[in-house]
Protein backbone atom coordinates (compact mmCIF):
# COMPACT_ATOMS: atom_id res chain seq x y z
CA UNK A 1 0.00 0.00 0.00
CA UNK A 2 1.03 3.49 -1.05
CA UNK A 3 1.61 5.18 2.40
CA UNK A 4 2.60 8.98 2.58
CA UNK A 5 3.15 11.78 5.66
CA UNK A 6 2.64 15.71 5.21
CA UNK A 7 3.76 18.19 7.74
CA UNK A 8 3.13 21.87 7.38
CA UNK A 9 2.75 25.21 9.34
CA UNK A 10 -0.91 25.95 9.44
CA UNK A 11 -1.64 29.93 9.15
CA UNK A 12 -5.19 29.16 10.20
CA UNK A 13 -4.15 27.33 13.22
CA UNK A 14 -1.26 28.56 14.17
CA UNK A 15 1.41 25.52 14.30
CA UNK A 16 2.06 22.56 12.65
CA UNK A 17 -0.63 19.55 11.32
CA UNK A 18 0.53 16.56 9.78
CA UNK A 19 -1.41 14.20 8.28
CA UNK A 20 -1.39 10.86 6.57
CA UNK A 21 -2.44 9.53 2.57
CA UNK A 22 -3.33 5.73 2.14
CA UNK A 23 -3.50 4.85 -1.68
CA UNK A 24 -2.52 5.92 -5.39
CA UNK A 25 -6.50 6.27 -6.40
CA UNK A 26 -9.55 6.42 -6.04
CA UNK A 27 -12.77 8.42 -4.27
CA UNK A 28 -11.07 10.18 -1.92
CA UNK A 29 -12.03 10.54 1.97
CA UNK A 30 -10.83 12.96 4.45
CA UNK A 31 -10.98 11.11 7.76
CA UNK A 32 -11.21 12.65 10.99
CA UNK A 33 -10.21 10.67 14.23
CA UNK A 34 -11.95 10.25 17.66
CA UNK A 35 -12.05 12.35 20.52
CA UNK A 36 -8.96 14.04 20.86
CA UNK A 37 -7.52 11.73 18.69
CA UNK A 38 -4.51 11.85 16.32
CA UNK A 39 -3.87 11.20 12.26
CA UNK A 40 -2.21 7.85 12.62
CA UNK A 41 -4.85 6.54 14.77
CA UNK A 42 -7.10 5.02 11.79
CA UNK A 43 -4.13 2.82 10.84
CA UNK A 44 -3.03 2.03 14.72
CA UNK A 45 -6.74 0.85 15.29
CA UNK A 46 -6.45 -1.18 12.20
CA UNK A 47 -9.41 0.53 9.87
CA UNK A 48 -6.92 1.23 7.16
CA UNK A 49 -6.14 -2.53 7.25
CA UNK A 50 -9.92 -3.73 7.65
CA UNK A 51 -10.42 -1.70 4.34
CA UNK A 52 -7.53 -2.55 3.17
CA UNK A 53 -8.79 -3.98 -0.16
CA UNK A 54 -10.74 -0.62 -1.40
CA UNK A 55 -7.54 1.19 -1.00
CA UNK A 56 -5.46 -1.11 -2.43
CA UNK A 57 -7.76 -1.67 -5.44
CA UNK A 58 -8.22 1.77 -6.24
CA UNK A 59 -11.16 2.44 -5.48
CA UNK A 60 -10.99 4.83 -2.34
CA UNK A 61 -7.88 7.75 -1.08
CA UNK A 62 -7.79 8.02 2.72
CA UNK A 63 -6.39 11.48 4.07
CA UNK A 64 -6.49 10.99 7.82
CA UNK A 65 -5.87 14.39 9.26
CA UNK A 66 -4.89 15.82 12.88
CA UNK A 67 -7.95 17.13 15.44
CA UNK A 68 -7.48 19.94 18.08
CA UNK A 69 -10.31 18.68 19.70
CA UNK A 70 -8.39 19.30 22.88
CA UNK A 71 -8.37 23.21 22.08
CA UNK A 72 -11.60 23.32 21.37
CA UNK A 73 -14.85 21.09 22.41
CA UNK A 74 -13.10 19.66 24.72
CA UNK A 75 -11.21 22.80 26.19
CA UNK A 76 -13.58 22.84 28.97
CA UNK A 77 -11.82 25.43 30.57
CA UNK A 78 -12.63 28.22 27.90
CA UNK A 79 -16.05 29.21 27.65
CA UNK A 80 -18.37 28.42 24.75
CA UNK A 81 -17.71 31.27 22.17
CA UNK A 82 -13.98 30.54 22.52
CA UNK A 83 -14.38 26.88 21.49
CA UNK A 84 -16.22 27.94 19.27
CA UNK A 85 -13.54 30.14 17.46
CA UNK A 86 -10.89 27.68 17.58
CA UNK A 87 -13.15 25.09 16.21
CA UNK A 88 -13.99 27.90 12.83
CA UNK A 89 -10.26 28.38 12.38
CA UNK A 90 -9.89 23.82 11.94
CA UNK A 91 -13.22 24.33 9.76
CA UNK A 92 -10.78 26.93 7.58
CA UNK A 93 -8.10 24.69 7.96
CA UNK A 94 -9.95 21.51 6.45
CA UNK A 95 -11.63 23.79 3.84
CA UNK A 96 -8.61 26.05 2.54
CA UNK A 97 -5.57 23.66 3.58
CA UNK A 98 -6.93 19.44 3.14
CA UNK A 99 -9.14 19.79 0.47
CA UNK A 100 -6.93 21.87 -2.09
CA UNK A 101 -4.20 19.17 -0.76
CA UNK A 102 -6.49 16.69 -1.70
CA UNK A 103 -7.56 17.86 -5.29
CA UNK A 104 -3.60 18.42 -5.67
CA UNK A 105 -2.96 14.83 -4.93
CA UNK A 106 -5.87 13.84 -7.08
CA UNK A 107 -4.63 15.89 -10.10
CA UNK A 108 -8.58 16.92 -9.96
CA UNK A 109 -9.29 20.52 -9.18
CA UNK A 110 -13.05 20.50 -8.79
CA UNK A 111 -12.85 17.12 -7.42
CA UNK A 112 -15.00 16.75 -4.19
CA UNK A 113 -14.48 13.91 -0.75
CA UNK A 114 -16.31 12.08 1.37
CA UNK A 115 -15.91 12.82 5.12
CA UNK A 116 -15.43 9.87 7.36
CA UNK A 117 -15.00 9.11 10.68
CA UNK A 118 -16.37 7.54 14.13
CA UNK A 119 -17.76 8.96 17.65
CA UNK A 120 -16.23 12.09 17.62
CA UNK A 121 -14.58 11.89 13.86
CA UNK A 122 -18.70 11.02 13.14
CA UNK A 123 -19.79 14.31 14.35
CA UNK A 124 -16.86 15.79 12.00
CA UNK A 125 -17.90 14.38 9.27
CA UNK A 126 -21.38 14.89 9.42
CA UNK A 127 -20.49 18.61 10.27
CA UNK A 128 -18.17 19.16 7.96
CA UNK A 129 -20.34 17.58 5.10
CA UNK A 130 -23.66 19.72 6.07
CA UNK A 131 -22.15 22.71 6.39
CA UNK A 132 -19.96 22.81 3.26
CA UNK A 133 -22.04 20.68 1.15
CA UNK A 134 -20.16 22.32 -1.91
CA UNK A 135 -16.80 21.38 -1.03
CA UNK A 136 -17.64 17.18 0.19
CA UNK A 137 -19.42 14.76 -2.14
CA UNK A 138 -21.14 13.28 0.63
CA UNK A 139 -20.17 11.64 4.02
CA UNK A 140 -19.89 8.14 5.73
CA UNK A 141 -20.73 8.26 9.69
CA UNK A 142 -20.83 5.73 12.24
CA UNK A 143 -21.52 6.33 16.53
CA UNK A 144 -21.37 10.01 16.48
CA UNK A 145 -22.83 12.85 18.46
CA UNK A 146 -24.72 15.76 16.47
CA UNK A 147 -25.39 18.02 18.99
CA UNK A 148 -23.26 19.74 21.33
CA UNK A 149 -25.55 20.39 24.61
CA UNK A 150 -24.54 16.62 25.24
CA UNK A 151 -22.54 16.06 28.59
CA UNK A 152 -19.77 14.50 26.60
CA UNK A 153 -19.09 18.12 25.95
CA UNK A 154 -19.60 20.20 29.18
CA UNK A 155 -22.31 22.01 27.52
CA UNK A 156 -26.12 22.83 28.03
CA UNK A 157 -28.94 24.87 26.28
CA UNK A 158 -27.85 28.14 27.91
CA UNK A 159 -24.49 28.07 25.74
CA UNK A 160 -25.83 27.06 22.42
CA UNK A 161 -26.51 30.24 20.92
CA UNK A 162 -22.67 30.40 21.13
CA UNK A 163 -22.38 26.71 19.26
CA UNK A 164 -25.44 26.94 17.47
CA UNK A 165 -23.71 26.44 13.72
CA UNK A 166 -21.48 23.69 14.44
CA UNK A 167 -24.13 21.48 16.36
CA UNK A 168 -25.71 20.00 13.56
CA UNK A 169 -28.94 18.51 14.81
CA UNK A 170 -29.39 22.49 15.72
CA UNK A 171 -28.68 24.26 12.93
CA UNK A 172 -30.35 21.19 10.60
CA UNK A 173 -33.66 21.31 12.66
CA UNK A 174 -34.43 25.16 11.70
CA UNK A 175 -32.72 24.61 8.10
CA UNK A 176 -34.66 26.56 5.21
CA UNK A 177 -32.36 27.05 2.73
CA UNK A 178 -33.70 25.57 -0.73
CA UNK A 179 -30.12 26.13 -1.69
CA UNK A 180 -28.78 24.04 0.60
CA UNK A 181 -31.42 21.34 0.45
CA UNK A 182 -30.98 20.99 -3.12
CA UNK A 183 -27.45 19.81 -2.72
CA UNK A 184 -27.82 17.68 0.44
CA UNK A 185 -30.33 15.58 -1.36
CA UNK A 186 -27.53 15.52 -4.47
CA UNK A 187 -25.28 14.05 -2.25
CA UNK A 188 -24.38 10.70 -0.54
CA UNK A 189 -24.96 10.58 3.29
CA UNK A 190 -24.64 7.23 5.43
CA UNK A 191 -24.96 7.68 9.16
CA UNK A 192 -25.26 4.54 11.28
CA UNK A 193 -25.37 3.63 15.05
CA UNK A 194 -25.61 0.40 17.07
CA UNK A 195 -27.82 -0.18 19.62
CA UNK A 196 -25.36 -1.80 22.04
CA UNK A 197 -23.08 -0.63 24.93
CA UNK A 198 -22.05 3.02 24.65
CA UNK A 199 -24.30 4.19 21.66
CA UNK A 200 -27.23 5.23 23.53
CA UNK A 201 -26.75 9.17 22.50
CA UNK A 202 -25.50 8.57 19.51
CA UNK A 203 -28.40 6.15 18.63
CA UNK A 204 -31.21 8.58 19.62
CA UNK A 205 -28.83 11.59 17.86
CA UNK A 206 -28.60 8.85 14.40
CA UNK A 207 -32.73 8.74 14.84
CA UNK A 208 -33.22 12.71 15.21
CA UNK A 209 -30.81 13.24 11.99
CA UNK A 210 -32.84 10.02 10.37
CA UNK A 211 -36.15 12.38 10.88
CA UNK A 212 -34.53 15.55 10.22
CA UNK A 213 -33.64 14.17 6.59
CA UNK A 214 -36.84 12.61 5.70
CA UNK A 215 -38.82 15.51 6.62
CA UNK A 216 -37.10 17.61 4.31
CA UNK A 217 -36.46 14.91 1.15
CA UNK A 218 -33.15 14.25 2.09
CA UNK A 219 -32.33 10.83 0.52
CA UNK A 220 -29.93 9.46 3.27
CA UNK A 221 -28.63 6.24 4.46
CA UNK A 222 -29.35 5.63 8.35
CA UNK A 223 -28.30 2.68 9.17
CA UNK A 224 -29.16 1.44 12.54
CA UNK A 225 -27.09 -1.83 13.95
CA UNK A 226 -28.36 -4.49 16.50
CA UNK A 227 -28.28 -4.60 19.68
CA UNK A 228 -24.73 -6.90 19.93
CA UNK A 229 -23.49 -4.00 18.19
CA UNK A 230 -21.32 -1.46 20.70
CA UNK A 231 -19.26 1.72 20.36
CA UNK A 232 -16.08 -0.14 19.65
CA UNK A 233 -13.52 -0.39 16.44
CA UNK A 234 -14.32 -4.31 15.66
CA UNK A 235 -18.04 -3.20 14.61
CA UNK A 236 -16.99 -0.31 13.01
CA UNK A 237 -14.70 -2.36 10.49
CA UNK A 238 -17.45 -4.22 9.70
CA UNK A 239 -19.62 -1.14 9.20
CA UNK A 240 -17.02 0.66 7.14
CA UNK A 241 -16.84 -2.83 5.23
CA UNK A 242 -20.63 -2.33 4.45
CA UNK A 243 -20.73 0.75 3.26
CA UNK A 244 -17.61 0.70 0.77
CA UNK A 245 -18.86 -2.60 -0.14
CA UNK A 246 -22.01 -1.22 -1.14
CA UNK A 247 -21.40 2.39 -2.11
CA UNK A 248 -17.61 0.97 -4.61
CA UNK A 249 -17.96 -3.02 -4.77
Not at 93 to 120: K, L, W
Amino acid sequence: MHIEEHVWHSNHLGREMTLKVYGHWGIPFVVFPCSRGRYFDYEGMGMVGAIASFIDNGQIKLFCVDSVDAESWYNYSVPPDQRNARHEQYDRYIVDEIVPFVRNQCHQADIRPMTNGYSMGAYHAVNFFFKHPDVFTGTIACSGLYRLDRSEFGLGPADMPAVYFNSPLSYLSNLGDEGYLDQYRQRTIVVSAGQGAWDEEALDDTRTLEAICRDRSIPAWIDIWGHDVNHDWPWWFKQMNHFLGHLYG
